[in-house]
């Protein structure tokens, strides 16, 4: 059938159904593309092809090799797929068709569109001359239409069922790869399976090594035999394709590798054409690479990226399971091991065998050939060899390896100092390590674990290895937790080896106890000791050196107090020369007496003796212990030996222990000494106090202690000096055994007395002539010895005891005169100081008791006397028997502040000096008693010895006595006494003395003192008598004055009816200056009068009494109120005196109407109360008071009282009254107290001001006068 009429007769509608069944009929695209070819062929004639477009094909497992827009096609086809691009852009949707003639086209290019997808480009092409018409070009846009709508499903469906099939083969891959543990197989399988299920040219997984920075080739599998690299193949990160991947964690497809700048050909891969690299990630992190390459180009399309990638992801989660798995693997089986080397080496105790057990263990499960093993000295700053493997382990054991802890260069040192592993794969490039001196020489690999319990490094571990890159992270962490494992065994070891040696060392210490115990003799206890340290401490020699007991009990040592006692290795004579050689050995010895603990010698320090004596090297080893019973040092223990950093912490412990042994020792020995000396002592100082206690007075208790002290200590001459303390001077009171004559007085400017007053310590004289400025005192400065010894007592110096003795024997005196004979000594001055002290108590008890008894005997003739002129006559003549005066009198002023006395009392052992004593010009002109009256103290006159002559005395001149300022006494002295009381000088106490003793003087003027104490009292006594009667009759006078006063004053408060009057007056004193009055002018006018004088007392009182009685007299002839106060005025002017006046108020009250007239003289303003109002008026101010200025016209005020109002008249005794606190009342408070009324009452007013007026008093005395008069209107 021809073509056109095929399509001319069928509807089109049909055949699109028709060619849509065909489509959907076809199993694969290209099916397709030939049936729509075939269809046009069919209907219109003409040659037609179906170009394909990215991304929708081609379809997974369909190779299509042109497809748009790399495809090469015709310009129509080309227009059409850019055009209808462009179209989509805009986001239009419709097809635009491209045709080679507008009017008469042959060649059309139709867009296969469906959904606004564009799958490809349909190109008709009719070869015949016929053009295409309208009706054909609609036809064929239909069926362009159709067919991709049918290329759509196909598509969806062929995808879906691709999908499928992927994801089948991805869970094959999964389930086959899951529950491999081992890395190498799980690779190995999985590059089977990959390349076996989608056919790739080759297939290989590369994982990454961090530590060498390369990917290695774990496992890989090709299409063919030849198709494999090496197994040891690596790349380099960054390099080639794999490289770029394994870097930058990025997938990268190459689909030509010759265009591929990354990639880099292998001759064992010749057939790659196209190659793909995944990245095998977790999170983050990249584990490897998994490569494909393929022998077709562009053989790896989107889909097959996505299941590879997938793969990928599975691949990348496998290997990190495998890897965890191994992990968990190595982690038991280290953990095994850990427990295996535990298990095998806990359990043994010896050192040595210990160590060579743990390098067994480590070379059967590690494999490593060489092992080492050191141990650690921190005190001596040493690492020892002590274990390693082969035959040259043997040799350095022998050559004692040692290695400096401080050295700078050794790798070892640095691992013991910082307590941090150190590891490396190649020595050669690793500036720590240093070539190393054990076996293997020609090592490349290197690991040293420090062996540490606690803080302490114990030890090392150092392994290995020939070959490079011998240890791993893990290999570090399992050498750690081994290292934890043999450090606990070998603490275990060293615990044990120090606790046998701590055994030995107790047996040591037993054994010297246990001589202790046994009371062995000092010298052999001192050689066991030394001996019992050369047994458990590395000793080549050992001194012990002693103290002399002086030199122990003193802050600083000196090396002439040190002595040797005991050696071993070495002899006495030469350590003794050494010692004494040279002053350096000193030095450490020095530092160790005083230091709490024993002393080890630096490296290259100073030297002592016996590193001196034998010669030791530069860097012996030496250490020093004090031997101290609590804070004394008894002496030193010191040892030595020839290597080294040999002495450290235990050392310095058990030297300690030994020296605390050692001076037990001592200190018992010296105590069993000083036991029996004690003894000895207690027996002189027991006769010492028996003599003392039987002694009655100092006489007797200074003779039996100058006897008794030589036949006790064993000396040859003693004396004993008393101090004069008001002299300052030592006089001698008892001697004994010198022949010549000692200084009866030793001054205070002597220098042994100086020196034994200021400082009360005990004096050697080294030269009696300069020291004590004896001239003839047979001691000699060579053979004898004489000290001067303080008695004193709370600080103050009572006397010196004098001790010489003569050695005989020709030794040393100073040794002679021993410490214990000085203890001594200074015991029985200290018993005599005591003796002496209680002695003199007792007579100034005595003294003071007596003192009491004569003031008792004064103070009871003063008050048995009836006047003055007896009491003075009593005591002058009592005092010369009571105290031993030679004269006495008892001086009295004629007048105050005169300096001329009489005598109202004397006495006088002869009557020519008792006259003159009385006489007047004594009286006037003695400087002494002048004297005293002018300073008001005691003063004193020296007179001739033969004179009787009073006159001469009289005018010699005065002397002050000042307490604590000793006077020289001479035999003839008279002395005055001030007689004062409060600093008035009442009288003057004369007296007499003659040959008074120096020491009674103080007492004297005491005694005297306390007397004149007494005369004053009864002076003041007489004085008060005399003062009491003439206040008894002032007082008499002024209570009569007051009751005149009173009389002035209104007896009675006249009545008138509808008026209340109530009045108040109160005088600050017995008498005052306020006054009132009431004064009736009529039967219905009331005259009221109030006033205040400007004082206060009896002159206010006389003076308010005129003015009282002007005013009355004015009142009764004078009408008006003003007129009365200026008549008085005028009277009071001329006869007041300047500084008087008086203040008033007089006032006319008419009692019918109320009315009021009044004046004011400078006073109080009165107050107005309305009561209707609830208000306070203040009457207006007046003018001046009354006695000031002539010629003043007081000016009348009138006003009304209403009834219920109340009028207050008062002085300033109210508004002037002062509080506890300073202030005063005031007119404001007066008003607040009368607008707190609650009645309209005068009586209730009067009751408010006192309350109030009481309280703010609070107690305080009134201070002026207080009058009130209150005046109320009832109706």
């Not at 369909?62 to 129509?76: D, G, Q, R, V, Y």
């Not at 005020?1197 to 009028?1207: C, D, F, S």
Request: one cysteine or more.
């Amino acid at each position: 059938m021809n073509p056109d009429n095929q399509l001319q007769e069928i509807p089109e509608w049909k055949q699109y159904l028709r060619l849509g069944e065909k489509l959907l009929d076809q199993a694969t695209v290209e099916q397709q593309c030939q049936t729509i070819k075939d269809t046009i062929k069919e209907l219109l004639g003409a040659e037609s092809t179906v170009w394909l477009s990215e991304p929708y094909f081609p379809i997974p497992g369909e190779i299509f090799t042109n497809i748009l827009p790399h495809a090469t096609t015709s310009k129509w086809v080309q227009n059409a797929y850019h055009q209808q691009l462009s179209i989509f852009n805009q986001g239009e949707n419709k097809t635009t068709i491209i045709q080679d003639h507008p009017s008469r086209p042959r060649i059309l290019a139709i867009p296969m569109v469906s959904q606004d997808n564009m799958f490809g480009i349909l190109e008709i092409n009719r070869k015949d001359s016929r053009p295409f018409d309208h009706r054909e070009i609609n036809f064929l846009e239909g069926l362009a239409g159709h067919a991709a709508t049918s290329l759509q499903v196909v598509r969806i469906v062929s995808i879906n069922n691709w999908q499928m099939e992927q994801l089948s083969l991805v869970r094959l891959v999964s389930e086959q790869i899951a529950n491999v543990h081992d890395l190498a197989e799980l690779c190995s399988r999985i590059t089977h399976l990959i390349q076996n299920t989608f056919d790739y040219y080759y297939v290989a997984i590369f994982l990454i090594n961090g530590k060498t920075r390369t990917l290695e080739l774990k496992a890989d599998y090709g299409a063919t035999e030849y198709a494999k690299l090496p197994g040891d193949f690596t790349a380099p990160i960054g390099e080639g394709i794999i490289g770029f991947v394994g870097k930058n964690g990025k997938e990268r497809v190459a689909p030509d590798v010759k265009n591929d700048s990354y990639y880099k050909e292998l001759f064992q891969l010749p057939e790659t054409i196209s190659e793909a690299a995944f990245p095998l990630k977790i999170g983050r992190k990249t584990l490897g690479v998994l490569d494909i390459q393929s022998d077709l180009p562009d053989a790896f399309q989107e889909n097959d990226r996505s299941v590879l990638r997938a793969l990928a992801d599975s691949i990348a989660l496998a290997v990190q399971d495998a890897d965890l798995y191994n992990s968990v693997q190595r982690r038991a089986q280290q953990i095994s091991t850990i427990f295996e080397v535990s298990h095998a080496i806990n359990s043994l105790l010896n050192l040595d065998e210990l160590l060579q057990k743990v390098i067994q263990i480590i070379k059967k499960q590690f494999g490593f050939d060489y092992i080492h093993v050191f141990t650690v000295h921190p005190g001596r700053r040493k690492i020892f060899y002590q274990a390693g493997t082969g035959e040259e382990s043997k040799i350095l054991l022998q050559e004692a390896l040692t290695i400096d802890m401080d050295s700078s260069e050794e790798i070892l040192a640095w691992v013991a100092k910082n307590g941090i592993s150190a590891m490396t794969n190649d020595i050669d490039t690793d500036k720590r390590f240093s070539k190393s001196t054990l076996p293997p020489y020609d090592n490349l690999s290197e690991l040293i674990i420090p062996l540490q319990y606690g803080q302490e490094i114990l030890g090392l571990l150092d392994i290995q290895s020939t070959k490079k890159e011998a240890f791993d992270e893990n290999d570090l962490f399992l050498f750690e937790a081994l290292g934890a494992t043999i450090s606990s065994a070998l603490r275990n070891a060293i615990l044990y080896q120090s606790e046998q040696w701590r055994r030995q060392v107790a047996d040591s210490f037993k054994d010297v106890i246990g001589q202790i115990s046994s009371n062995t003799a000092l010298d052999q206890l001192l050689q066991n000791i030394l001996g019992q340290l050369d047994r458990n401490l590395p000793c080549d020699a050992a001194a012990i050196w002693l103290l002399d007991m002086h030199a122990s009990t003193t802050p600083t040592f000196s090396k002439i107090n040190l002595s040797l006692a005991a050696t071993t290795g070495i002899s006495k004579e030469k350590l003794q020369a050494a010692f004494l050689a040279e002053n350096h050995s000193w030095e450490l010895m020095e530092a160790a007496l005083n230091s709490a603990q024993p002393t080890i010698r630096k490296i290259n320090g100073v030297c002592d003796p016996l590193g001196m004596a034998l010669n030791f090297p530069d860097d012996y080893s030496a250490i020093a212990a004090p031997l101290k019973i609590g804070d004394q040092v008894l002496g030193l223990l010191t040892l030595a030996h020839q290597t080294s950093r040999r002495y450290g912490t235990e050392a310095r412990d058990m030297t300690a222990t030994f020296a605390n042994y050692a001076a037990v020792a001592i200190q018992n020995a010296r105590l069993y000494a000083d036991s029996q000396e004690q003894a000895w002592m207690s027996t002189v100082l027991l006769q010492v106090a028996q003599s003392c206690q039987s002694s009655d007075n100092i006489e007797d208790l200074l003779d039996s202690m100058v006897r008794l002290t030589p036949l006790l200590v064993g000396i040859r001459k003693c004396a004993f000096y008393i101090w004069d303390s008001y002299e300052n001077f030592l006089f001698l009171k008892s001697e004994y055994g010198f022949h010549s004559q000692l200084n009866p007085i030793l001054p205070l400017d002597i220098p042994a007395v100086y020196q034994l007053k200021h400082t009360q310590n005990s004096i050697f004289i080294q030269n009696t002539h300069e020291e004590l400025l004896f001239e003839n005192l047979e001691i000699s400065e060579e053979t004898g010895t004489l000290v001067l010894l303080p008695l004193s007592v709370r600080g103050e110096l009572l006397g010196a005891f004098l001790v010489a003795h003569e050695d005989s024997s020709g030794h040393n005196l100073q040794k002679r005169f021993s410490t214990q004979t000085l203890s001594i000594l200074q015991g029985i001055s200290q018993q005599t100081a005591i003796s002496l002290d209680n002695l003199r108590l007792v007579e100034a008890r005595q003294e003071e008791a007596y003192i009491t008894a004569v003031l008792l005997q004064v103070a009871q003739t003063v008050v048995s006397q009836n006047n003055l002129d007896e009491t003075f006559d009593s005591i002058v003549n009592l005092l010369p028997i009571l105290i031993g005066v030679n004269a006495c009198a008892i001086f009295i002023p004629k007048a105050k502040n005169e300096e001329t006395f009489q005598a109202a009392g004397a006495y006088a052992d002869h009557f020519s000096q008792l006259s003159q004593i009385k006489s007047q010009k004594f009286g006037e002109q003695c400087l002494l008693l002048k004297f005293v009256a002018r300073s008001n103290q005691i003063a004193f006159v020296y007179m001739d010895q033969n004179s009787d002559n009073l006159d001469s005395f009289s005018n010699a001149t005065p002397q002050p006595y000042i307490e604590g300022n000793p006077i020289k006494v001479q035999p003839h002295m008279a002395i005055a006494y001030p007689i004062s009381m409060k600093g008035e000088l009442l009288g003057i106490l004369y007296t007499k003395e003659d040959d008074l003793a120096a020491q009674y003087f103080l007492k004297r003027v005491e005694l005297l003192n306390g007397v004149t104490q007494e005369i004053a009292l009864a002076i003041q006594n007489h004085e008060l008598q005399q003062d009491m009667v003439l206040r008894q009759k002032l007082e008499q006078e002024i209570h009569l004055a007051r009751q005149i006063q009173k009389t002035f004053l209104p007896d009675s408060i006249p009545y008138y009816s509808g008026w209340e009057i109530v009045t108040r007056w109160e005088t600050a004193l017995q008498v005052g200056g306020d006054f009132y009055d009431l004064i009736p002018l009529s039967k219905h006018r009331l005259g009221i009068v109030i006033a205040d004088v400007a004082d206060k007392g009896l002159a206010a009182a006389l003076y308010m009494t005129v003015s009282r009685t002007l005013i009355r007299a004015f009142g009764q002839t004078i009408s008006d109120p003003g007129g009365i106060l200026s008549a008085v005025n005028r009277v009071l002017v001329v006869d007041t005196p300047s500084d008087m006046f008086v203040t008033a108020v007089f006032a006319i009250i008419d009692m019918h109407t109320g009315t009021m007239i009044y004046a004011n003289a400078g006073h109080n303003l009165p107050f107005l109360y309305h009561s209707d109002k609830k208000h306070i008026e203040e009457l207006p101010k007046g003018n001046m008071a009354l006695g000031v200025m002539e010629d003043i016209m007081y000016q009348n005020h009138e006003l009304k009282i209403n009834p219920g109002e109340m009028l207050l008249l008062y002085t300033d005794g109210l508004t002037e009254s002062f509080g506890k606190d300073g202030d005063i009342f005031g007119v404001d408070r007066v008003k607040e107290t009368l607008n707190t009324l609650i009645s309209n009452n005068v009586r209730e007013m009067f009751s408010c001001l006192d309350m109030e007026l009481q309280e703010f008093r609070a107690g305080t005395p009134a201070s002026d006068d207080l009058t009130l008069i209150g005046i109320q209107r009832l109706i």
